[in-house]
């Protein structure tokens, strides 16, 4: 007997062409189907040590994300942390993981449904997420490699800036939530349309 | 919008965080040992001062960390923030510095 699998979709998929046609000041995709794998454990303990030695990555302190690599790590709490990769590479990622913490105290734990991500970048970015977020996106407060778990426009996000002061942020958000914000996105940036974005 | 200095995320504005009630309220050691007035007292009652008040707060939107607040009932003002397994601040040697901050508002 087989079992019929649903088609996987993402939460966005059916917002693509309203995305598209932001303006060119903000220019947001979705990164459907990422790898996110949730980390619960003490930093410093012999668990960090086994898990910062199987990945080849350090551990990044409160409201920073070490986004150098494939393999993405973003602080999510003092022992916890959100490991971001590309899609397919879960089931390998949590065996190597595991088998690497082994009997330490430490939880390796598949959220890949949890969250979609929102890929956003343009000179206006920080000018439109300032409208919904009260953290202040100046570079010289939030510089590149921040990871700022707030609210945007009233829904809980994960802000991760990834370069160039704010113009490059990814957006993490649970996927019961991304249609909203994808509606608050585009209504957002009503005001940037046919001008100079 | 009043900002609540999680002790991990720094200042944030307060609808990020939820309140818990009176800190310190301890679990009893023995629950059977209380009758049903001492099991009331511990689940129901609680201070309500005017003043300096311990607090339990989450940073529900942020790092959904729980941490303690030394909060002034009458200006809503945060004198300090703490973590849950630290002493209540005013049993301890720190006791005079919020004292004196609150005698100086009085001023
Ligand atoms: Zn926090």
């Known amino acids: 007997m087989t079992v019929e699998t649903p088609t996987r979709y993402s939460p966005l998929s059916a917002w693509q062409d309203a995305l598209a046609r932001l303006p060119t000041g903000v220019q947001v995709r979705e990164l459907p189907f990422l790898t996110q794998l949730n980390l619960r454990l003490q930093p410093g303990s012999a668990a960090a040590q086994a898990?910062?030695?199987?990945?080849?990555?350090?551990?990044?302190?409160?409201?920073?994300?070490?986004?150098?690599g494939d393999v993405k790590l973003l602080w999510m709490g003092p022992?916890?942390?959100?490991?971001?990769?590309?899609?397919?590479?879960?089931?390998?990622?949590?065996?190597?993981?595991?088998?690497?913490?082994?009997?330490?105290?430490?939880?390796?734990t598949d959220v890949s449904a949890q969250r979609t991500t929102l890929a956003l970048s343009g000179h206006l970015v920080r000018e439109v997420l300032a409208q919904g977020c009260a953290i202040d996106l100046d570079p010289r407060v939030t510089p590149v490699g921040s990871c700022l778990t707030t609210v945007l426009a009233q829904a809980p996000i994960t802000l991760v800036v990834r370069g160039d002061a704010a113009s490059s942020v990814w957006l993490l958000v649970r996927s019961s939530f991304a249609s909203y914000l994808a509606t608050w996105l585009v209504d957002a940036c009503t005001e940037y349309r046919g001008g100079t974005g | 919008m009043q900002l609540i200095a999680c002790p991990w995320c720094g200042e944030r504005e307060e609808t990020e965080f939820r309140y818990?009630?009176?800190?310190?309220?301890?679990?009893?050691?023995?629950?059977?040992?209380?009758?049903?007035e001492q099991w009331a007292q511990y689940v129901f009652?609680?201070?309500?001062?005017?003043?300096?008040?311990?607090?339990?707060?989450?940073?529900?939107?942020?790092?959904?960390?729980w941490f303690n607040a030394l909060r002034d009932t009458v200006t809503h003002e945060f004198l300090r923030v703490y973590v849950i397994s630290a002493q209540h601040p005013l049993t301890t040697s720190t006791a005079p510095a919020a004292q004196q901050r609150k005698g100086q508002e009085a001023i």
């Open chain 2, 20 to 36: 818990g009630g009176q800190a310190h309220v301890a679990y009893p050691d023995d629950p059977y040992a209380l009758d049903d």
């Open chain 1, 51 to 68: 898990v910062e030695a199987a990945l080849g990555l350090t551990l990044p302190g409160p409201l920073r994300a070490g986004m150098s």
């Open chain 2, 45 to 65: 009652f609680r201070d309500n001062p005017k003043g300096p008040f311990a607090e339990r707060w989450v940073h529900s939107a942020g790092c959904r960390r």
């Open chain 1, 79 to 108: 022992d916890e942390w959100l490991l971001v990769a590309p899609e397919g590479r879960q089931h390998d990622l949590v065996a190597q993981l595991r088998s690497a913490i082994g009997d330490e105290f430490a939880t390796v």
